[in-house]
């Protein structure tokens, strides 16, 4: 345990100096630019000569509105997030496996692909309106949502995209929690609601927080989707591309820089409470007395007649954010494939588009190629950085910080982080990349590494390792032995699920690599630019094209894991 | 009235049946331990009476009612876990008065009825401290105290003394049995420590591979094991299998090999049948002047504190173990030496030769 | 050997010897610092203070693997993605033997522990003493001198831990192995060991052989923990080379042995529920109770009388079943005895006796 082996150390300092300039240089860099060009930033933002301080007023609005957003949007997924978080921890049924692909879905899914596919679904002619024999689409697009004043289509995405975040965290933390306690509540004579509220809940508050937390932060740094379908709003993510587009660098870095010191500020008490869990387990909180018998009658209620609606209503809105989307794309590729089916002009059908004078089919080609190189030389960098990084975090003293501050990459918006890396990299920073694939790669690798690091873990602490590891030293392997003949096989399902979990969300990403690209294309960049250039059936092939991806690598994960 | 029955009562999971057909009635104030090895079944017995599971087959009755499809809070049973399973977040005092809470009595009404119990179990001074900060027997011993609490009638223990030392486990056991018998409750405890099962209980019922084996009163279930397994698991035993030489009125005598017969009860043998004959090592005697002599060598001498254990192996090989007191003048044997033991006739047990042969049946996994 | 965690001391000071082919038993409750010695002597953990000597040389900065001895987990930790064959043959492949002499050793060892023909299962497949076994055989197979055993027939059944404890001593006596086995079992430890340690708060009370540890405890706690006896107060009133006499509540006189407790003095008297007769008569020369039967358990092998004294103190008797058996009922008027020389003289304790003798 205290001998360190020259290939150990090696290989110790080689990932720390990964991590440092890969991953963690790039997160924080956009917080150094602005203090570095400190007197730029102040004066483009707070005393330009032009517009005085109208850019921080810009900051000021977008800030409150995606505040706005976010909060609305969590609160949605904590009403219906946790009773599906409980009932698939707890529950067998047929077809749960399906459910739980459905949930990881988004978390893969193309954002711009997606966005798009939502769009056209409430929005247009071509989506339900159609479908139901309207001539417009079911939601119109400035709908908003009562009091909050957030674009329904917007919260509709948002909704979509962070739920898999409160219910996987809260469902792997029901998961850990012994069903015993669950059981000697019944047998006290509490109904299964009671038993929620009085045993479960308490034991599982950090998950719910931390769940919450990270769909905050993840609807906060929302960029691809929310191109698509914000229309002329703008949240805080959207607003530094669109800044970043029109040269307002200051101002694009500084609002950069404020959501990842909000994003920073907000992982790190979550993950304090977290830590403490262990030590102290009592009640926060404690209702009247005089409540508590009104209260559990309803539970008793509740618990026998409600259960159904308690089972399928998440379900439900599952379906109409993910599934309904995803089924009118594809369709639509259908009906729009020859020509477009209202006008019956053949420039409106996905063939002229692809094969006609835009030649998209060339673009398109090309940006798969480049899609699918950036996405294996990302994931297989990470993985080599995410790897022995694993260890690192289990066995030395410093392992928990690392973990903590691994989290940011994970919750920083997207076209944050994008630019970050422009700035880094980049002509204005140490100008050894210019725009392009490689800063593209360099991109992907800042948020794929604590992705597979995840998987690592979770699939290590689910097991004794530890135990088998120290078995091994004393039967005669050297630490370095020990982890390559019996920790390394025993996460091999860890390592894999991270793999294709990081490949797929690198092939969708959209938002950072937007900032970055140049000239070089991915295939979710594409959409957004097939969109603004109005050439709607393009982008409804290249969404349905890239959705189906995901949904392939997705059940190439089930398949994986399930051995 | 019988408090609780079970009829014909089977649970499967997938190809293993955990209960095949079990039939049991417990009498209103009896305290039972079902017993057997890991995997017979007896967790999932416990369970499917608490209605933590459900039978595929089968009735069971609690005073009378059919309770299959009953919901486990409307049992009115109370329960404790080999993982004692006292809500972390709640101290003593939280725990112990959840079920008169959740039951919906007011805090007035619940105060007598915890105070009573924490006083009966002589955890009344940690009433504010939290599961974590006491020794796992006083944790138990507050588990038990919870599920009582809420005025059931009937205990269910799966495992009570399970995570317990050893001398934690001796000490609760007597504590559990007078808790029992002050309150006059029904008690099902199950267990694979014969010992505790033996010295708890008013009936035991041994269980193997998802059948009953044998049920009686401990002492009975020691002295006279009606079946092979139960004389193996209840208590040690000697087996030394022999064929039937002479069966005449109240005693047979059996050949165990060339030359050595030994003679037993007679209990429906006839000649020539093959069987195992069993006896228990403290009934074996050494070097006196005895009936059913057999003779042997020394293998080793163990001592165990104030018992000594002297394994002998006979002439056609089996090895025969005998239990002594310390004191006796078994002290000086010593490995190696030759020796004579003897067993008593009445002493001696016999069971037809079981068809699997012998090893299978009293396999203890 | 001292070892702190925050501040608890888990080991204060412990000095231990062990000989070359002994098995040793650390005995003691949960928490006294058993499991942490055991993995401190492997290499798992680390000393705060102190030396460890494994033949002579020092091995306080020797990794795990470099040690002389193997670790044995109470759960097994049997490599759950190898065979049974391959766990076994992990501790000489990895000091990279030869391929026929590593083949050769494993499906010896493999003999040893009856599993040759389960070589190709996995350890899921397995029941649980098939796994100890399997672990057994993969600690003697890496050649390792010294075994360290963590309770390890602690997962298994009551009945089946009975039954494999001759069979695991006897493995490594034929081995010629030197066992170090942790234990809260006193009846395992003192039916297993060559020496047994008492430990308890991370120290150590008393060492020696079961036979010693049993017959001779030096402290109320050992007594109380090895073997289990009968507690009562009372004050020593007078000694001679023949013996001592103490009076207990109730004006009772029992007369035990030499003892350091002088005359005047509170002590606490120990003997042994087995050396505890019961009858309907006095026995010459033996310390007598008369009392009454409070209540008979049968526990298998043996009957625990409950014995109410006149002066009303309770005592348990426990005899051993045998062939000239005789029960008595409660209710009974029996006379409890006890040679004076199983009588044990302790000094009242500081704490109180209940303190000393606390299990829950």
């Known amino acids: ?563 | 009235m019988p408090e609780v029955k079970l009829v014909n009562v089977t649970k499967r999971y997938g190809k293993i049946v955990a209960n095949d057909g079990v039939t049991l009635t417990i009498k209103d104030g009896e305290y039972v331990c079902v017993i057997g090895p890991s995997g017979c079944g007896k967790s999932t017995l416990i369970k499917n009476i608490a209605g933590i599971i459900t039978p595929d087959e089968g009735e069971i009755y609690i005073d009378g009612r059919r309770v299959n499809e009953l919901p486990i809070e409307e049992r009115g049973i109370g329960y404790v876990f080999q993982n004692i399973a006292l809500f972390p977040h709640l101290s003593v005092w939280g725990n112990v008065t959840y079920g008169p809470r959740v039951r919906g009595l007011s805090p007035e009404e619940t105060r007598p009825l915890a105070i009573e119990m924490l006083e009966m179990i002589k955890v009344s001074e940690r009433s504010d401290a939290y599961p974590n900060e006491l020794s796992r027997g006083t944790q138990q011993k507050t588990a038990v105290a919870r599920a009582l609490t809420s005025r059931a009638e009937l205990l269910l223990l799966d495992e009570p003394l399970g995570a317990l030392d050893v001398k934690v486990r001796a000490a609760l056991r007597s504590e559990l049995k007078r808790l029992v018998k002050d309150l006059k409750l029904t008690a099902l405890h199950v267990t694979h420590d014969q010992e505790e099962a033996l010295s708890i209980s008013d009936r035991v019922v041994v269980m193997k591979m998802g059948r009953i084996v044998e049920e009686g009163a401990p002492i009975n279930l020691y002295t006279r094991p009606k079946k092979l397994f139960t004389a193996n698991f209840v208590g040690e035993a000697n087996f030394l299998p022999g064929e039937v030489v002479k069966a005449s009125g109240k005693s047979i005598l059996v050949e165990l090999e060339e030359g050595v017969e030994i003679r037993a009860e007679a209990s429906g043998q006839r000649m020539g049948d093959r069987v195992v004959t069993a006896f228990r090592p403290e009934f074996v005697n050494v070097e006196t002047n005895g009936v059913n002599r057999l003779k042997g060598r020394v293998v080793d001498v163990l001592y165990s504190g104030s018992t000594v254990r002297i394994r002998v192996k006979l002439g056609n090989g089996s090895i025969v173990v005998a239990k002594q007191m310390l004191h006796s003048e078994a002290a000086t044997i010593r490995g190696g030496d030759d020796i004579t033991l003897s067993i008593p006739p009445q002493r001696i047990l016999v069971y037809p030769y079981p068809e699997g042969g012998l090893e299978k049946e009293l396999a203890l996994e | 050997m001292t070892k702190r965690f925050g501040e608890i001391t888990a080991l204060d000071r412990v000095n231990l010897s062990i000989e070359d082919g002994d098995y040793v038993c650390v005995l003691g409750p949960t928490g006294a610092g058993k499991t942490t010695l055991l993995r401190i002597v492997a290499g798992l953990l680390e000393l705060d203070e102190g030396e460890i000597y494994i033949d002579g040389k020092c091995v306080n900065n020797l990794p795990p693997e470099a040690r002389d001895t193997v670790y044995m987990f109470q759960q097994y930790a049997l490599f759950p993605h190898m065979t049974v064959w391959q766990n076994v043959s992990y501790g000489p492949e990895i000091k990279d033997r030869d391929r026929e002499k590593v083949e050769q050793l494993t499906a010896e060892i493999l003999e040893m522990v009856r599993l040759a023909e389960r070589r190709d299962a996995y350890p899921h497949e397995l029941s649980g003493g098939m796994q100890q076994r399997v672990a057994l055989g993969r600690g003697i197979a890496s050649g390792a001198r010294i075994l360290l055993l963590d309770e390890p027939l602690g997962a298994l059944d009551a009945r089946l831990r009975v039954s494999l404890r001759t069979q695991l001593r006897q493995l490594v006596k034929d081995q010629g192995l030197t066992a170090v086995h942790v234990t809260h079992d006193q009846e395992e430890a003192l039916m297993m060991a060559d020496r047994v340690v008492v430990l308890r708060n991370g120290r150590i009370e008393q060492t020696g052989t079961p036979h010693e540890v049993y017959s001779r405890p030096h402290s109320i706690f050992v007594a109380s923990f090895v073997g289990g006896a009968n507690f009562v107060e009372g004050t020593i009133i007078g000694s001679s080379d023949a013996g001592s006499i103490m009076e207990v509540f109730g004006g009772l006189q029992i007369q035990v042995a030499v003892s350091d407790v002088g005359a005047g003095e509170r002590a606490v008297l120990a003997f042994r529920l087995e050396d505890t007769g019961v009858g309907e008569e006095e026995v010459t020369g033996a310390n007598n109770l008369p009392g009454v039967i409070e209540s008979a358990t049968f526990i298998g092998g043996s009957m625990e009388y409950e014995i109410r004294l006149e002066n009303g103190v309770s005592i348990v008797s426990k005899i051993l079943m045998s062939d000239t058996f005789k029960a008595y009922t409660a209710g009974q008027r029996v006379v409890a005895s006890f040679p004076p020389e199983k009588g044990h003289i302790f000094p009242y304790p500081v704490m109180g006796l209940l303190k000393e003798v606390e299990v829950i």
């Not at chain 1, 079911?138 to 962070?162: G, Q």
């Not at chain 1, 739920?163 to 850990?176: A, G, H, N």
């Not at chain 1, 387990?281 to 007649?305: D, G, H, N, Q, W």
Request: glycine letters at 8%; charged letters at 10%.
């Open chain 1, 1 to 563: 345990m205290t001998q360190s082996i020259n290939p150990s150390r090696l290989v110790v300092w080689a990932t720390l100096i990964g991590l440092i300039v890969l991953v963690l240089l790039p997160t924080f860099y956009l917080i150094s630019y602005v203090f570095l060009k400190w007197g730029d930033v102040r004066v483009e933002v707070f005393e330009n000569p032009i517009i005085g301080d109208e850019n921080w007023r810009q900051i000021l609005k977008v800030l409150f509105f995606s505040f706005r957003l976010s909060l609305s949007t969590v609160a949605f997924d904590l009403v219906f997030g946790v009773p599906l978080a409980y009932v698939l921890a707890r529950k067998q049924f047929p077809g749960k496996g399906l459910l739980e692909d459905l949930i990881t879905l988004p978390l893969v899914i193309p954002t711009s692909g997606f966005g798009f596919a939502t769009l056209i679904t409430w929005t247009s002619v071509a989506g339900i309106g159609g479908f139901l024999g309207m001539n417009t689409g079911v939601i119109p697009l400035d709908a908003v949502v009562p009091v909050i004043n957030v674009p329904l289509i917007v919260f509709i995405v948002h909704v979509a995209l962070t739920f898999p975040y409160i219910v996987r965290t809260l469902e792997t933390k029901i998961q850990s929690i012994d069903t015993t306690y669950e059981t000697a509540s019944r047998t006290l004579g509490a109904n299964p609601l009671t038993t929620f509220r009085n045993v479960l809940l308490p034991l599982v508050l950090p998950g719910i927080f931390s769940g919450a937390v990270l769909a905050f932060a993840r609807s906060l740094g929302e960029t691809g989707a929310t191109l698509i379908v914000a229309g002329v709003s703008s949240t805080a993510s959207i607003a530094i591309v669109r800044w970043t587009a029109e040269f307002k660098l200051a101002t694009a870095a500084f609002m950069g820089s404020l959501l990842v010191i909000i994003a920073w500020a907000l992982i790190l008490p979550v993950e304090w409470y977290m830590g403490r869990e262990k030590r102290s387990f009592k009640t926060p909180y404690r209702l009247p007395s005089s409540l508590i018998k009104r209260v559990m009658r309803l539970e008793r209620y509740a618990s026998e007649k409600l259960t159904r609606i308690k089972d399928f209503a998440p379900i439900f809105v599952l379906v109409l954010t993910v599934i309904v989307p995803i089924i009118v794309v594809a369709n639509s590729v259908i009906s729009y494939w020859s020509a477009d089916p209202y006008t019956g002009k053949v420039q409106g059908g996905v063939v002229y588009q692809l094969f006609g004078p835009a030649n998209y089919f060339n673009t398109l080609a090309k940006a798969t190629l480049t899609s699918i190189i950036v996405a294996l030389v990302s994931t297989y960098v990470s993985t080599c950085i995410a790897m022995p990084l694993s260890f690192i975090i289990v066995r030395r003293w410093y392992g928990g910080f690392i973990r903590s501050i691994l989290k940011v990459p994970l919750i920083v918006p997207t076209s944050s982080l994008g630019l970050s890396v422009l700035l880094l990299w980049g002509s204005s920073g140490f100008n050894l990349v210019g725009s392009g694939i490689w800063l593209i790669i360099l991109t992907h690798i800042a948020f794929s590494v604590p992705v597979i690091v995840e998987s690592i873990l979770s699939s290590y602490e689910g097991s004794d390792i530890q135990m088998y590891e120290d078995s091994a030293r004393t039967l005669g392997a050297t630490a370095y032995n020990a982890i390559e003949t019996v920790s390394l096989p025993l996460i091999k399902g860890g390592v894999l699920t991270g793999f294709i979990l990081s490949f797929a969300h690198s092939l969708g990403e959209t938002g950072a690599t937007y900032i970055v690209m140049g000239r070089d294309i991915t295939v979710p960049a594409l959409v957004v630019n097939m969109v603004e250039a109005l050439a709607i059936p393009a982008a409804l092939f290249t969404s349905t094209y890239l959705i189906v991806l995901s949904m392939i690598l997705l059940t190439v994960i089930r398949f994986t894991t399930r051995r």
